[in-house]
């Protein structure tokens, strides 16, 4: 490929020159071997195809949306180690619970008609469907079982919800009972009170008391054992006839309304969103080949490649179903996120294709095939290299997160673009020779019949279904013909770019990217952090409404945390006592925190238990040992502390000599937003770190949490190690450094935007967001480089006539690319699951501001500043190259002004940058 620097500009085109020269070589292979390089990836892509054969959806949702290594798996790791039996055995409370998967049942049930869920019509509903529950049965192994088969029991009774212990039996007096919250007095004989704020929601009180007025929502639970791999069978079985029960029972409620959700009803989201996204890819696949077809088509039926558009939307498609497979082959799980690879991939493909097309049509029809491929391939594929390039290096940076699902999609999608450039480079390319060839021999695109061109047409239909390529007369003499340049070129350079660099035009450009920022920084300040599980499943679905509900109506009585101690403290010793007391009273006293009413301290209770037989609680070791093992946790006033206590036993095995690890438990506050869940979490680690005795804090729901922790931090940095690698690139592979600085600066401007307005467009800044704002990088990075290379590379002298040049070159691929990405994109805005949602406004914000950077702001911007980057010395280099070959005698690339020409004659004059051969 001929090149018109300066002398000056060498030092830093050596790569460039490299590549050029390559891809031309490879460009004329593929065109001289078309056959090989079309059937060659048709194999691979079969070969790969096969591994789908091996597919494995991944649908445990605490695995793929937690982050591994965090603080709050480890810690899990070590509660499971010395107090796991009360999840594993038969004996459980609720709030004792160490996974959150546990199996079970839950309802939240409200009033149809959003009223006052605590009356008498409801409540009969209420109990009725808590007795179908109870006891329907199922049939297993030839052997009938119900919920007393499989129930986790308290004192050898299936464990039953608070609120039906003490209403199920006082229905009729339900409108009637003076009902207190968020605790409950026993009536006599059982006096004293009971804890029912996680039970009931959307509670209203009398005015001045603690007398229920009226409640919104009644939360249900029925947990199942799973002590043994038989009972671990059971449970499911009992969960799948637990959501038909329930949904029969919907059917014929009139008074209530019911959400449920199961252990793995949020896995079956998950994998159920795999699948669903099968009918909007076909909408994506359909939508895009009209596009692309319509937009290869031109009034010349010789120039237009309607099955170029079509093979270019194919040969995306086969680098999807190929890494699908490679991968699948490599043991590498497919999930929810990964769904969503093929929507992005479809879309860079065609905007590969496009940018081939477009270094095609620059070229003279006079050219043979194979030395029009190589000089495609040396400026198109070169393009499409760097572009590829930089978004794979997104993928390997989103690649580092730690959060499996995220991964996999990185992974997915890097191997995806791999595929996609082998397949641009070999199969497409191949393709593009057949049709170069058909297009040389003046064969209509469709009937593949030679034809007359336009001017040589005999009448007029023929004018318009027929006719195309050059005339016969032109191929002789090897005049120029105008009609090849396509409407879109034109309208660049002859409409919008002279109207983008009017001066008023520029000033209003610059306006308008000083409100573009403003609202970019506007959005960034009020930016919404945390991903909510109710967002991992379907819009509307049971698990969506259950988990909505949940936190509309039961966050104001949080997580109940653990608090533990993991080494030996003499707790008959005051002094410990009143350490391991202060800790607690220190979380108690934050506003994240319910007060000592709903802690749970067996060493509290034992204290005081103590004070009642000696008037003290300090005493000696064994005194302490023998009456806490043998007398205070067998009276089942305080049966449940045995679950907080991890005896070390002495040679016997029976009796304590120590107590290895204690739990304590506290009631957290508020817990409406991601945000106060983190810093809720945070908050008793760092109280409980301040403890001299070593403790650490657990609740299931902390591995999740985990995820929200540096949020913000962790993406600034990471997008500055991906500025850092773009910036790189950009000054290795784009033969100018102020291309750089200007592909470096868009990329920051774009992703800053993105950021701001997704938060104005209701996402919030989460694990999946995230990771697109990443990949927004390597997608900025595609529309800036074409528009600064071109700049860098018009021959005109006036800034404002090379604005106009690299808008005639590019402008028509980008908004082509653009469009294609939105087209590929936009089924997923009508997909009924926030991560699909989130995944089209994030990344179809960086295309409309891609393209908006590309065709308006750095044009404007390069016309102001373009006296500081040297303009091409093509002149010179010209007239060396013509005395060089004699026989070259065509050019291509328009000139930006034609000359003033009476009538026709403009539209039909044409110059050319490059020499090439003459056929």
Known sequence: MYTHEAPEKQSYRCIDRWMTTAFYNLGKLVSRHRVFFLLMPLAVAIICVHGITCL??????????????????????VFMQYFGSGDNETEFLPNRELIDRQTRGSLIIRQI???????????????????????FTFTQNFTDYSYTHVCQTWLHACHDNIIMTLLRDNVEYIEHMKLTFPFMQLPTPHEGRVFIGNAIGGVELLPDSNVIESAKAILLIYSITRETQHAEELSYVWEEHFIQEVEKFIETAEHIVVSYETSFGLADEVGEASKRVIPLFVATFCMLVVFAVGSCIMRDWVQSKPWLGLIGVLSASLAIVSSIGFLSYCGLSFNEIVSLMPFLIIGVGVDNMFIMIAGWRQLSIYMPVHERMGHTYSEAAVSITITNLTTVLAFIIGATISLPAIRAFCIYAGVAMMFAYFYQITFFGSCMAFIGDREAKNLHCYTCKKVLSKEEAPNKLYRIFCAGGVPQHDMKCKKPASHIIHPIMVLFRDYYGPFITKKWVKLFSVALFAAYIGGAIYGCMHITEGLQLRNLARDGSPAWRFYKELEDFFSEYGPVVSVATTQEVDYW??????????????????????????????????AMYLKTIFGTSEVDKDTFLNILQHRFLTDYRFKEYELDINFEYGPDNVTAVGIKAS?????????????????????????????????????????????????????????????????????????????????TLCAISIDSAVIGYMSLWGVNLDTVSVVNIILCIGF????????????????????????????????????????????????LSTAPTYLFRTFFKTLFLAMAFGALHGLVFLPVLLSYLGKLIPKNHFKEEDEKKKEEFEDYNIYVNYTVEPPVLAGDKKDEYFVVETLVSTV
């Open 56 to 77: 494995h959806i991944e649908d445990d949702v605490v695995y793929l949306f937690t982050p591994q290594g965090s603080t709050g798996r480890a810690d899990g790791n």
């Open 113 to 135: 008609d959003h009223g006052n869920v605590l009356t008498k019509e409801a409540f009969q509903e209420i109990v009725r469907l808590d007795e179908l529950i109870r006891t």
């Open 573 to 606: 010793n005051l002094s410990a006592q009143n350490s391991l007391n202060q800790t607690l009273a220190d979380i108690e006293a934050t506003d994240l925190f319910h007060g000592a009413d709903l802690s749970v301290s067996w060493l509290r209770m034992y």
């Open 663 to 743: 739990r304590f438990l506290v009631t957290s506050r508020n817990m409406y937003s991601a945000m106060q869940k983190r810093d809720m979490m945070l908050k008793v680690r760092e109280l409980a770190g301040q403890s001299p005795y070593s403790m650490i804090t657990f609740h299931p729901m902390f591995v999740v949490y985990d995820q929200y922790i540096g949020t913000l931090s962790s993406l600034l940095q990471t997008l500055g190690i991906a500025m850092a690698c773009m910036m790189i690139v950009s000054l290795v592979m784009i033969p100018h450094p102020v291309c750089a600085v200007f592909v």
């Open 780 to 827: 900025s990075v595609d529309f800036s480089a074409h528009i600064t290379y071109a700049f860098v590379s018009a021959p005109e002298e006036n800034p404002n006539k090379r604005s106009i040049s690299a808008l005639f070159a590019v402008g028509m691929p980008i908004a082509q690319g653009a469009l294609s990405s939105m087209i590929a994109l936009s089924p």
